[in-house]
RNA sequence: UCCCCGGUAGCUCAGUUGGCAGAGCGGGUGGCUGUUAACCACCUUGUCGCUGGUUCGAGUCCGGCCCGGGGAGCCA
């Protein structure tokens, strides 16, 4: 029925009220007033009942949403990459093993634990990427992405970190740097865009009572052209610019937080990305340059949180993969299958990987990763 | 993992020089009211993170540990 009070336009009236669960107040946790986030994070069933938590739910789901049409709608093919690897070094930070060996009497051969005697016949860890295995793909179907759940054992405690998180990961065949730059910012301002339109009301709640700034944001970046420097650029305008940075900057060396967030947040007040970086920091499988010292490796830098997309074009040719993998001390052995992508009919091709969940934080505002995700896993926290 | 800050009532916090454990909110009861985080009165609430020490006496000082926050590293 229509309601006489001020901020509503209708009301319910009931002719009959039936309670289906009650709650006791003496003991019910969610009061009347507004909660700290990190007390919210104490109790993970109960939250997402609050305001704030079924925003991010609702903008999360949007999200992912979103992924899937903007690959789907461009000829995609989605690719369920495995959870389960045996690669023991994927080359991106510490692996969960899985096992079912028995850790208080595992089986031992001359010192060592016997592996062959666990469950997939030798050691296993959770993946820390699907690049590997979406190269596959991609070099037989052409553009393919993943979008699941990864796992870092790394011990970092910090309000960007997870130990358990979700990447999009697109791979596209016959693709170079360049291209893969222009899918990054493409994906990004489709992404956003689609926030803006399809979750008006939870945006117009964020930018309320999370960050006042998420909307102004999220738009100016769908108007903007994303800046594109090579990392020698960066360099020099890290040099030039006569910040007190704790950190010299130097050619060689990775750049740290406040630099990536003096370039995209003072140098120009947009998302930057940095290209070329030295192969020396950077994994194996990034393109070597012509100049023998960079690899076609990009980063996309977003205000206020950083890296959100790192990708770069792979390396397709077998030799220069080959003495890459050498340099970087690594057994031909364990990546022989890689290897012979290269060997069997191999082609340019390139991609990136996205952090879900820090999109998730960029566009909600949101400024703890712990809060973004349905139940946080990180060191020492994997309750609920 | 490193640096800094914190942990006191269900929640958010105060607690002086080492000397009886506090407030607001919440909850209960009653009142009032087309309310919007209602309002008024009264009542209710403690393993002061854990542990060892100093002291006549420790929330307060010292050591160790655990957990949380901010920053850094690693990265997405």
């Known amino acids: 029925m229509a309601s006489p009070a001020q901020g509503q336009s209708v009301e319910l009236q009931a002719a009959d009220v039936t309670c289906l669960g009650g709650a006791d107040p003496a003991k019910y946790p969610l009061q009347k007033k507004r909660h700290s986030l990190e007390f919210l994070r104490t109790i993970a069933h109960l939250r997402p009942r609050t305001n704030t938590f079924g925003a991010v739910a609702r903008v999360r789901s949007a999200l992912s949403g979103a992924i899937h049409n903007f690959f789907q709608n461009r000829g995609f093919v989605y690719i369920h990459t495995p959870i389960i690897t045996t690669s023991d070094c994927e080359g991106a930070g510490q692996m969960f093993q ?26 296993a860890n959770l993946t820390v990427s699907g690049q590997l295995e979406a190269e596959i793909y991609a070099l037989a179907l052409g553009d393919v992405y993943t979008f699941g759940p990864t796992f870092r054992a790394e011990n970092s ?5 997870l130990s358990e998180f979700w990447m999009v990961e697109p791979e596209c065949a016959f693709c170079d740097l360049a291209g893969d730059v222009g899918l990054a910012e493409e994906f990004l301002k489709a992404i956003f865009s689609h926030i803006l339109q399809h979750c008006p009301e939870d945006m117009s709640f964020f930018n309320k009572l999370i960050d006042s700034t998420v909307i102004e944001t999220l738009e100016k970046i769908i108007q903007s052209d994303f800046e594109r420097i090579s990392y020698t650029e960066a360099v020099e305008i890290l040099t030039r610019s006569r910040e007190n940075f704790a950190f010299p900057v130097s050619w060689g060396a990775d750049l740290a937080t406040e630099h990536e967030r003096y370039l995209t947040e003072k140098w120009v007040n947009k ?14 499988y990034m393109r070597l340059n012509d100049d023998g010292r960079t690899v076609a490796a990009m980063d996309v830098l977003m205000p206020k949180i950083g890296e959100i997309i790192g990708g770069s074009q792979r390396e397709e040719r077998y030799q220069a993969l080959q003495s890459r993998m050498l340099e970087a001390g690594l057994s031909l052995d364990t990546y022989w299958w890689y290897l012979e992508l290269r060997e069997f009919g191999s082609a340019p091709h390139a991609g990136f990987g996205l952090g879900f969940d820090r999109l998730v934080q960029f566009v909600t505002g949101m400024s703890n990763i712990r809060d973004v995700i349905p139940f946080p896993r990180t060191p020492k926290s994997a309750a609920f």
């Open 98 to 123: 899985v096992t079912t060996l028995d850790l208080k009497q595992p089986p031992m051969i001359a010192g060592q634990v016997d592996f062959s005697a666990d469950f997939f016949g030798q050691a």
């Open 157 to 161: 405690n910090t309000s960007r970190h």
């Open 271 to 284: 998302p930057v990305v940095v290209t070329d970086y030295p192969k020396e920091i950077k994994p194996f």
